[in-house]
């Protein structure tokens, strides 16, 4: 069982998560929230943030509750399959999010077609699942831990 802290920068995107609508017990994935309207051009690739920042841990049991116990884990970043109702593809297929990254989650999207794409504050286009495919928990918080990578993303290590 994978269990997230998630950090939301600021408290509309925090009202999101509060009020979450479509996460279950027992579901493998949780919805992320787009935090901005915006339009993406035709034929583009564009970067959408997501106004939160996470960290992830193995959960040994359901009642596990302290995450000082718990072992730091990397996880999935998906497109949801509503993502197919679109012209927007993910651009990198999967996001692999590293078990020490604590920065803005962000999703690269292609926009496929030959007309712009509107997207609405609090779209749901992506989701988070535990490599195991797992039961994922979360709870909201006000800070995360800071670890050596820190914020450091997509492309940062290389190329």
Not at 18 to 46: I, K, Q
Not at 94 to 108: F, N, S, T
Not at 115 to 127: C, N, P
Not at 149 to 156: C, D, Q
């Amino acid at each position: 069982m994978m269990h997230i802290k998630l950090l939301p920068l600021n408290e509309d995107v925090a009202s999101m998560y509060h009020s979450h609508s479509t996460f279950y017990p027992g579901d493998c994935g949780l919805d992320l929230f787009c935090s901005e309207a915006t339009t993406v051009p035709p034929r583009t690739t564009v970067f959408i943030n997501l106004g939160i920042k996470v960290a992830a841990y193995r959960k040994q049991s359901p009642d596990d509750t302290d995450t000082e116990k718990m072992r730091s884990v990397g996880w999935l970043m998906f497109p949801r399959s509503s993502i197919s109702k679109t012209p927007l593809r993910f651009a990198n297929s999967v996001g692999v999010i590293d078990a020490a990254y604590r920065g803005e989650l962000r999703v690269a999207l292609d926009n496929i077609s030959d007309e712009q794409y509107s997207i609405k504050r609090g779209d749901r286009l992506v989701q988070a699942v535990s490599y195991d495919g797992g039961e994922i928990t979360y709870e909201i918080v006000d800070k995360l831990d800071e670890t050596k990578r820190g914020e450091k993303g997509f492309g940062s290590t290389g190329r």
